[in-house]
């Protein structure tokens, strides 16, 4: 077998309570390389058509990649992937943290869960064995209390991922938390995990895995080293929210919901305020010295030390819910975790509702009494909390935009924003084109990870040969950009690495580097044709599932980006153009050698 793999396969069914073992197959290691690549091929070929995502019969699967647990600085992500029930199509979700790593040296690089247990319980795999304990005692806990104590029962060598009370009344986008600050955020991973009365995971385990080439894989460690220093400064200093300038700058900050005007308050939730008055320390995920996760702290009455927040949060809950004081947003941010909330859907929700309130569709009594005007940063952590239980209106909201606007009727679905039913992050395709087409296509519904489009289009120049520039107004030459950024982040996820090590333009990590260290790892000398190819078979693969699935078309588009001109300086009058959006699309199916419906052909389908 090849060396960088666990090589084994763990299968457990929560209903039967059977745990079976299967060698991974070497061939899957040379055609779909780990993470990603494997779960796409698992949930194509096992998950039943049509499944409800809330079933026994729905799979959850966490995979490692064969970067994990390597020397390799980022190798640190433990990937989820199941059909979301919140899109009703691809979901997947990763976690930094130290998990991966206790995952990989346990001895596995895939555990599938299926079925529903009668009872709740939590998996505790130890170096290779595996026990599905009851968890009576933990249903009902935060995520934080459930971490502590299991922790406290079995160790502090144990690293745990939990779900909260959201996870546990289904909300179609509850997360995961790990270590207290970092989740498997987006899709709903959480509310799977609670349809199957699944309510955490703790791993650990001592196996150690040596490179093939140590040299080869000392050479990538070395660059990154050298290189973070200065490329990945910004993100040591500031977190994510470093972008918040750059972002507001292009016009490309959503504020008030998707209104297209400008956040007037931008520099009351600047980064350099949020280090100057919050940020305490910092601390890493596994063998990284970014060290880019802030922590925050809140003094007085309302005292809290929490993760964050990053950049997402602090655009969802703050310039998208016109919220302008940063202590409600950390507030925010530290209840969603632990109550188990994606907090980019949870702020999308709220601005969503707070839109429906200013128009009149909701009123103060639909409400449960809250006032719900843009900025009320109290109403909208009542209405966080009343989504995680789903209590009153929170019933409506735990569904997420897509469903909730058609729950609410009344000309809701006409503003509502989203794509395939996931809400979008903080990056307004309106002012970068590059990411009208990234959202339309990726795999997932409206997302920002899979490809990183917003990075090229903000920097003006092309992600791998940074001597062309990128104009982001113009609809040309994105496709092309956003189909490498996509096979790019898909050997990301499969490999897995943190992607803030493997920024486009900055880097350090890129296309040799990754399949230096690939081939380092593995002991494999695959060329870079062949390592592309791969990402080109995986997203194929995840394009058949999506369209068995039934998933809607890419032209499926919210009205707001097409017909409401932004009005911020910087990307003044800027709207998408439905006809260059079909253009885009159709150059797109074309570089992919999908048909003119963007269904893949036998030809691409047969390597
Ligand atoms: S860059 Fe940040 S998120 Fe990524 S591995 Fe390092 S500390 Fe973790």
């Not at 895939?110 to 595996?130: M, T």
């Not at 395939?420 to 339309?440: I, N, S, T």
């Not at 803030?500 to 494999?524: H, K």
Request: hydrophobic share 35%; charged share 25%; proline share 4%.
């Amino acid at each position: 077998m090849l060396q960088g793999y666990a090589s084994r396969i763990l299968t457990i069914n929560l209903q039967n309570k059977k745990i079976i073992e299967e060698e991974l197959e070497e061939a899957w290691c040379k055609s779909y390389v780990g993470g990603k690549g494997f779960a796409a091929k698992i949930l194509l070929e096992r998950s039943e058509k049509g499944v409800d995502p809330l079933s026994e019969g729905n799979l959850l699967i966490f995979a490692v990649g064969p970067m994990n647990a390597s020397l390799v600085p980022g190798s640190n992500r433990l990937g989820a992937f199941f059909k979301s029930p919140l899109t009703g199509i691809w979901g997947e979700s990763y976690c930094g943290g130290q998990i991966a790593t206790q995952f990989k040296r346990a001895g596995f690089d895939v555990v599938v869960i299926s079925g529903r247990s009668d009872e709740p319980v939590y998996l505790l795999i130890d170096d290779g064995k595996v026990s599905i304990k009851n968890a009576d005692h933990l249903w009902g806990k935060d995520s934080f209390e459930t971490q502590d104590i299991i922790i406290k029962d079995h160790g502090s060598d144990f690293q745990v991922a939990a779900i909260g009370p959201a996870g546990e009344n289904l909300v179609k986008f509850a997360c995961v938390d790990h270590a207290k600050g970092r989740q498997f955020g987006r899709c709903g991973v959480g509310a799977i995990m609670g349809s199957k009365k699944l309510k955490a995971i703790a791993v650990r385990g001592s196996r150690k895995y040596e490179p093939a080439d140590i040299k080869a894989v000392e050479k990538v460690r070395n660059k990154v080293l050298t290189e973070v220093k200065e490329k990945q400064k910004a993100l040591s200093t500031y977190g994510t929210p470093a972008i918040l300038p750059v972002v507001n700058e292009a016009g490309a900050l959503p504020a008030y919901y998707w209104s297209g005007k400008p956040f007037d308050d931008y520099e009351k939730i600047s980064p350099e305020l949020l280090k100057s008055k919050y940020y305490k320390s910092r601390r890493s995920c596994y063998g990284c010295s970014v060290a880019c996760c802030q922590i925050s702290e809140l003094q007085g009455e309302t005292h809290l030390k929490s993760e964050g927040p990053e950049y997402e949060t602090l655009y969802a809950f703050g310039s998208l819910c016109g919220i302008t004081e940063l202590s409600w947003v950390i507030k925010l941010n530290d209840v969603c975790d632990k109550l188990g909330l994606d907090t980019i859907t949870a702020g999308n929700v709220v601005g969503f509702a707070m839109e429906c309130y200013r128009r009149g569709i909701l009123s103060k009594e639909d409400l449960d009494g809250l006032e719900l005007k843009f900025g009320d940063a109290q109403s909208a952590l009542d209405l966080v909390v009343k989504m995680a239980y789903r209590k009153g209106v929170g019933a409506v909201l735990a569904e997420g935009v897509r469903g909730a606007a058609r729950i609410i009727g009344r000309g809701a679905e006409e503003f509502a924003v989203h794509v395939k039913g996931l809400e979008p992050p903080g990056y307004d395709p309106r002012a970068l084109k590059g990411m009208a087409l990234a959202y339309a296509v990726s795999v997932r519904g409206a997302c920002h990870l899979r490809h990183m489009a917003y990075r090229p289009n903000l920097v003006g120049k092309h992600p791998f040969r940074p001597e062309i520039k990128v104009n982001r107004f113009s609809y040309e030459d994105q496709p092309q950009i956003v189909k490498e950024l996509e096979d790019f982040y898909t050997l990301v996820d499969s490999m897995i690495y943190c992607h803030f090590l493997c920024l486009p333009v900055a880097g350090p990590i890129l296309w040799d580097e990754m399949l230096g260290a690939f081939n380092g790892v593995t002991g494999l000398n695959m060329g870079m044709d062949a390592f592309k190819e791969c990402a080109v078979r995986i997203n194929n693969l995840i394009r058949l599932y999506n369209l068995r699935e039934g998933a809607p078309p890419d032209t499926q588009y919210p009205k707001v980006w097409l017909t409401q001109p932004l009005k911020r300086k910087g990307a003044e009058g800027e709207v998408i153009s439905e006809e260059k959006l079909q253009e885009m699309l159709k150059e797109y199916y074309r570089l992919r050698g999908w048909s003119d419906q963007g269904i893949p052909t036998e030809q691409t389908t047969k390597s």
